[in-house]
Each structure stands twice: as C-alpha cells, then as structure tokens.
C-alpha cells in the first residue's frame, strides 16, 4: 500500500468522506473544497414533533413518581408494571439494558426537585436481568450537593425469593449540573 492512499484515506476518515480534512486553528474560518464529491441528502425537520410525544408517553407509561424529603433534596421512588409496548428485550426475558438506564436518567432527573438539571453522567451496573413481566420499583435519592452539581444514586429493584423482599438488579450513579442563571 502506498503512503499517499493511506494519507488520503485517513484523511477523509476523518470527515466521514464529505471533505478532506484540516488541521484546526482557533479563530480561523474553514471552507469546503467544492471539487471534493458530498452527498446530497437534504435533512428534513419534522413538521410536528407529536411522534415523539407519543413516544414517549408510551415509554414512560404507568410512570408514577413519589416524592419523599431527604436531607439533600427529596428522594423519589416509582413502582412500575411494562405494558406489552415497553418490554424491550433483546435476550429473551431480558429486558433491554438501554430501555432501563433511560428510565433511571428519568428518575434521577425528577430526583432533582423542580430544579432544572441536566445528566452529565450516569454509571449502570448491572447486577441481575430485569425480567420484562415482573414489577420493578426505581428509585433514586441525592447523595451530595456542591453548588450547581447534585451527586445522584439510584437502583432498579426486582422482587425477591421471599414475599415481600425486593433486591438491587442494577446501581446507578449520577451527576447532574444545574444550568447557571
């Protein structure tokens, strides 16, 4: 293989082939190369976003929070029973990882009481499947406030063996930043 292919093809990597690419200068304007072929595909913005409305009430159906004081904030639990729509499951009576890591970034979020805060990251260990057709209770509680960071842990429980018992089939930990006003 020769150097010069190898160069041209990294480079155009690096811009997913709609241009060649550039080493970066702050403060300089960039122009595309008008002999270097680009794709025409025109991006269309939906004209209403009622789609994902409905998607996501769909996906959040039966979603009840509780909010309970805490020290921190408040501490907010949601006992939940997936309809036929949300039991996602990749392996068979595995519910999806993604599926339940979106509904435990929810829960966090609304963990933050009515204060508006974005994820700026959330760590799932998942310790046991969560079968589709078995309740799940989330639950998530504050575990340290620093300014605008709120420290954010949470779990996704499933019941247990014995009657009554619920144990942890996945852990969370998040952090969430209130925006600066």
């Known amino acids: 293989m020769k ?8 480079l155009r990597s690096l811009r997913g082939y709609h241009c060649l690419a550039e080493t970066y200068t702050p403060g300089s304007s960039y122009e595309i190369n008008d002999e270097v072929p680009r794709p025409s595909m025109p991006h269309k913005k939906p004209s209403s976003n009622e789609p994902s409305k409905e ?15 805490h020290r921190l ?9 997936l309809g036929p729509s949300q039991r996602m499951c990749y392996y068979d009576g595995k519910l999806f990882g993604g599926y339940v890591a979106f509904l435990m970034d929810r829960i966090l979020a609304d963990c933050c009481c009515c204060k508006p805060a974005f994820t700026a990251y959330l760590n799932t260990s998942f310790l046991l499947p969560v079968p589709p057709t078995v309740p799940i209770l ?8 620093e300014g605008r960071k709120i420290f954010l842990k949470g779990s996704v429980q499933i019941p247990g063996k014995a009657s009554n018992e619920w144990v942890d089939a996945i852990q969370a930990e ?6 600066k006003v």
């Open 138 to 145: 989330l639950r998530a509680w504050p575990s340290k406030v």
């Open 3 to 10: 150097a010069p292919f190898v160069t041209s093809l990294f």
């Open 73 to 81: 904030g408040c501490e907010v639990e949601s006992l939940l029973l």
């Open 55 to 69: 998607m996501m009430l769909s996906l959040f159906q039966g979603y009840r929070p509780v909010f309970k004081p």
């Open 174 to 179: 998040a952090l969430f930043i209130q925006p």
